[in-house]
Nanobody, 124 residues
């Protein structure tokens, strides 16, 4: 069972940027698709982005397309989510998760290992 750890969250003003990182304290990520999800208070968990094990295929939710970029460095065992032009509606706890397969199928049940989450707050 992979243990994932997110970092990089924080408080940022609208229009600002943050970069989230996801790594593991045990095992490797290079055979798994990695997804980023978010959950705002009172809302269901939403799939934000996903990257296949090679990095060749990516997925973005319509709400973040053109603003967020997912990438991975398998040599560093790390996946990144660069978030630009942040909006107040991006405020949520962001989770990374390791898929059960190499390709992205961005539904929560397809992800077996989850991090604890990192808070992103977009506010002036």
């Amino acid at each position: 069972q992979l243990r994932l750890v997110e970092s990089g969250g924080g408080l940022v003003q609208p229009g600002g940027s943050l970069r989230l990182s996801c790594t593991t304290s045990g095992g490797t990520l290079d055979s798994r698709a990695i997804g980023w999800f978010r959950q705002a208070p009172g809302k269901e968990r939403e799939g934000v982005s996903c990257i296949s094990n090679t990095g060749y295929d990516t997925f973005y939710a319509d709400s973040v397309k053109g603003r967020f970029t997912i990438s991975r460095n398998n040599a560093k065992n790390t996946v990144y989510l660069q978030m630009n032009s942040l909006k107040p509606e991006d405020t949520a706890v962001y989770y990374c998760a390791a898929g059960v397969q190499a390709m992205c199928v961005i539904i929560p049940s397809n992800f077996a290992s989850w991090g604890q989450g990192t808070q992103v707050t977009v506010s002036s």
